[in-house]
C-alpha cells in the first residue's frame, strides 16, 4: 500500500517562504514521478510542479522563478520550497505521485497524499 504524507503548511505573510515535504512509503518512490497539485476555493485542482524519477522538473507559470521541487530518493521525500508566496498561493497542496514513470502512460498508478493548507495573508 502506497501512502504519501504531506507536511509543512501553514499561514505565512506576503512574501515569506514554506517548505512542504512528502513522505511516501513503499518502494515506488524512485521509480515515479512525484507532482505537487494545489487547489483554491472555488477553484479546479491544478499542477504546481513535477518532477521526473530521473530528477527533471517542470513548473507551471505560476510557479517559475519562486518555487523549487526537489526530491530525495533515499528519503523517500519530495519537497515544494516556496518563496514570495503571494495571497493568490493561498491553497491546499497536494502531493501525487504517478508512474511508473519510465512506463506508458496507460501503465501508471495515481496515488495522492490528503494535502497541506497554505494560507497567505497579512
Known amino acids: 500500500q502506497v501512502q504519501l504524507v504531506e507536511s509543512g503548511g501553514g499561514l505565512v505573510q506576503p512574501g515569506g517562504s514554506l517548505r512542504l515535504s512528502c513522505v511516501v512509503s513503499?518502494?515506488?518512490?524512485?521509480?515515479?514521478?512525484m507532482n505537487w497539485y494545489r487547489q483554491a476555493p472555488g477553484k479546479q485542482r491544478e499542477l504546481v510542479a513535477a518532477?521526473?524519477?530521473?530528477?527533471?522538473?517542470h513548473y507551471e507559470d505560476s510557479a517559475k522563478g519562486r518555487f523549487t521541487i526537489s526530491r530525495d530518493n533515499a528519503k523517500n521525500t519530495v519537497y515544494l520550497q516556496m518563496n514570495s508566496l503571494k495571497p493568490e498561493d493561498t491553497a491546499v497542496y497536494y502531493c501525487n505521485a504517478r508512474g511508473p514513470d519510465a512506463l506508458p502512460r496507460k501503465a501508471w498508478n495515481d496515488y495522492w497524499g490528503q494535502g497541506t493548507q497554505v494560507t497567505v495573508s497579512s
Open positions: 518532477i521526473s524519477s530521473g530528477g527533471t522538473t
Open positions: 513503499g518502494r515506488v518512490f524512485a521509480i515515479y514521478a
